[in-house]
């Protein structure tokens, strides 16, 4: 297997465009989650999916930002507008199950890093 | 308000030692508690644990939770330079995940 494929790998842009990070699970996991990683912050969850719907996105930090699963083989997260304090390495990682089925190992994409000049 | 705390936030040790990270939390629910070894790149899942007094093992590796204290050990034998690397530790309130700020473990030959 191919494991999680993030991209892009790298990306900069400029305040105020629109950033689209894409995601592809491993095939046969349900559930999907995004993170974020600042030397700041260090490490957030942004975000996680179970079969496609959004299960808690209590980390999402405004209304920039937005995550779609249209299915279970593809998601996207957004930020419109871009602004430099999102720079940071996003991680997308899948699962075959949540927390208590055993199936709850994440494997980790290579996440993009993006940059927001 | 929810936190995490891991201790040390360093530590230095020679190969062959056993190391123990701590990581302790205070959360308004608990679902799980989670381990991440992170060398320079992505994250690499470790454990989740989610009852008290269960060991969960995989190779050198081993971690057990207390619920009643609040904490989770994360326990490392016969330790190796390829175990290098920050240890995050992460809590799911059923919320949000909240993460520790990581042990920077640096095994030397």
């Known amino acids: 297997d191919a494991g999680v494929i993030q991209s892009p790998r790298h990306e900069v842009t400029e305040m105020g465009q629109e950033v689209t990070l894409r995601c592809k699970p491993i095939?046969?996991?349900?559930?999907l989650f995004w993170y974020r990683q600042t030397m700041m912050r260090g490490l957030e969850l942004l975000i996680y999916f179970n079969n496609n719907v959004p299960i808690d996105d209590s980390g999402m930090p405004e209304d920039r930002f937005s995550a779609k699963m249209p299915n279970a083989s593809f998601s996207t997260l957004k930020i419109q507008p871009s602004e430099p304090r999102d720079s940071a390495v996003y991680f997308c990682a899948s699962s075959r199950g949540l927390a208590g089925s055993g199936l709850e190992t994440q494997y980790f994409g290579p996440g993009t890093r993006l940059l927001v000049l | 308000e929810d936190k995490v705390v891991q201790s040390p936030l360093s530590l230095v040790v020679h190969e062959g030692d056993t190391v123990t990270l701590n990581c302790s939390y205070e959360v308004t629910n608990f679902r799980s508690l989670l381990w991440y070894k992170q060398e320079k790149k992505a994250p690499t899942f470790l454990f989740m644990l989610?009852?008290?007094?269960i060991e969960k093992k995989s190779g050198r590796l081993s971690s057990i939770l207390d619920k009643k204290e609040l904490f989770s050990i994360l326990n490392i034998t016969a330790t190796q330079t390829g175990d290098s690397a920050v240890y995050l530790c992460a809590v799911d309130n059923f919320n949000k995940f909240y993460f520790g700020s990581g042990t920077k473990l640096n095994v030397k030959p």
């Open positions: 095939s046969g996991h349900n559930s």
């Open positions: 989610t009852s008290s007094g």
